[in-house]
T-cell receptor, first 114, second 112 residues
Framework: GAGVSQSPSNKVTEKGKDVELRCDPISGHTALYWYRQSLGQGLEFLIY????????KSGLPSDRFSAERTGGSVSTLTIQRTQQEDSAVYLC????????????FGPGTRLLVL | KNQVEQSPQSLIILEGKNCTLQ??????????LRWYKQDTGRGPVSLTI?????NTKSNGRYTATLDADTKQSSLHITASQLSDSASYICVVRALNDYKLSFGAGTTVTVRA
């Protein structure tokens, strides 16, 4: 497709389980971002990938969170030992090159931890 | 800490009416400000972008204003339509920073 895609669209899991969220950015986009959107709050920056540079992981809330970007394209966000407070919408965005460019967002993955 | 505050938190308007959303920010040094529209269950979509030198920008029935001196922006929706029902998010970027500062959004509900 032409836009950013994310999967799954919804995920319900039990506390303590691991989950993996996937993001397919727009083809050719070198920059990729992960955000978390909690109810009533602004988007929270999690991690930033730019080309082959080391990612900025400064927004990851704990060591249970990790992310990878393989081949400069697809990215996966992994949450280990999920907690109820991890319940949120996880949004991925990509941009064509530098950080001044418009970020195009995917539809998000709605995660519910029971 | 750079912050973006939006008001009101939510509003309900009748189809065909106008409304104005507010955004105040403390981000400095300022680079640009965007308004995004986020439909329910979708990702945000950029409506407008303004830099320091711009004080108004239109996109169809959406008009954004920026006062960089007072660090305020507004988004005006003219002749609202049912499809305008969404969350509108103010997003500010600091100079030389790829991290964006997001407001919590204003939820607009347009009723027939």
């Amino acid at each position: 497709g032409a836009g950013v895609s994310q999967s799954p669209s919804n995920k319900v899991t039990e506390k303590g389980k691991d989950v993996e969220l996937r993001c397919d950015p727009i083809s050719g986009h070198t920059a990729l971002y992960w955000y978390r959107q909690s109810l009533g709050q602004g988007l929270e920056f999690l991690i930033y990938f730019q080309g082959n540079s080391a990612p900025d992981k400064s927004g990851l809330p704990s060591d249970r969170f990790s992310a990878e970007r393989t081949g400069g394209s697809v990215s996966t966000l992994t949450i280990q030992r999920t907690q109820q407070e991890d319940s949120a919408v996880y949004l991925c965005a990509s941009s064509s090159s530098g950080y001044q460019e418009t970020q195009y967002f995917g539809p998000g993955t709605r995660l519910l931890v029971l | 800490k750079n912050q973006v505050e939006q008001s009101p938190q939510s509003l309900i308007i009748l189809e065909g009416k106008n409304c104005t959303l507010q955004c105040n920010y403390t981000v400095s040094p300022f680079s640009n400000l965007r308004w995004y529209k986020q439909d329910t269950g979708r990702g945000p979509v950029s409506l407008t972008i303004m830099t320091f030198s711009e004080n108004t920008k239109s996109n169809g029935r959406y008009t954004a204003t920026l006062d960089a001196d007072t660090k305020q922006s507004s988004l005006h929706i003219t002749a609202s339509q049912l499809s305008d029902s969404a969350s509108y998010i103010c997003v500010v970027r600091a100079l030389n920073d790829y991290k964006l500062s997001f407001g919590a959004g204003t939820t607009v509900t347009v009723r027939a």
